[in-house]
């Protein structure tokens, strides 16, 4: 069955270090990955988009991988700050079908502490 | 430019009563979609529509549930007999262009539905 497996366990770094997110799938083979931000009580903000022939993708302190073998994609947030504190969500694009419907993994919360 | 809106924030009916859920997308934006997120859970979709059409409707339940986006005004999930299953957070989204995924898609607030 289709699966989107982010890191479950809530993610604890210091401030200024790397955060690194993980979002891993099986049975899908998408055409594209966004990045979404969520903070409690509000709707997801886009961050990035990355194309299943694109490797990495780049916007300010964020990064994206995309590795369609390993079916794999990572989000590296650098020198980070408490105010990156949120729920991060992945997101892949449902292919084939490409109505634009978005298949979303269940997110990792962020702490950074200062 | 304002964003996504959804009214009402918050919503609460009792068990066998209709919730009715609005959306008004982005100004230029033709495509709507809505998604569900239940407590401790992901967000899922559930229908995606554009003006006056419903293109996929595969996240939807079967029953009780209805969706709309007429050709003036909001874009209406209707959601009838509520049941306690249904308290969840409703999330609309929109985007503006052929809606084919690579175009961003720019969320609401959402509406936050308890049945009691």
């Known amino acids: 069955s289709q699966k989107i497996e982010q890191n479950s366990e809530a993610l604890n770094i210091q401030e200024g270090k790397t955060a690194t997110l993980t979002c891993n799938y099986t049975n899908y083979s998408p055409a594209y990955l966004q990045w979404y931000r969520q903070d409690p009580g509000r709707g997801p903000v886009f961050l990035l988009l990355i194309r299943e022939n694109e490797k990495e993708k780049r916007k300010e302190r964020l990064k994206v991988t995309f590795d369609t073998t390993l079916k794999q994609s990572l989000f590296h947030i650098t020198a980070s700050q408490p105010a990156d504190s949120a729920t991060y969500l992945c997101a892949l694009g449902a292919g084939s079908s490409n109505t634009g419907k978005l298949i979303f993994g269940q997110g990792t919360t962020l702490q950074v502490k200062p | 430019n304002a964003g996504v809106m959804q009214n009402p924030r918050h919503l609460v009916r009792r068990r066998g009563q209709e919730a009715r859920l609005r959306c008004s997308p982005m100004?230029?934006?033709?495509?709507v979609y809505w998604y569900r997120q239940l407590p401790e859970e992901g967000l899922k979709f559930m229908v995606y529509?554009?003006?006056?059409?419903?293109?996929?409707e595969s996240g939807m339940p079967k029953e009780r549930f209805s969706a709309e986006f007429p050709k003036e005004g909001p874009s209406i999930l209707r959601i009838q007999q509520v049941v306690r299953g249904d308290s969840a957070a409703y999330f609309c989204?929109?985007?503006?262009?052929?809606?084919?995924?690579?175009?961003?898609?720019?969320f609401g607030p959402g509406t936050r539905l308890t049945v009691l």
């Open positions: 989204a929109s985007s503006p262009q052929t809606g084919r995924g690579t175009d961003t898609q720019y």
């Open positions: 529509l554009q003006k006056e059409n419903i293109i996929d």
């Open positions: 100004k230029g934006h033709s495509h």
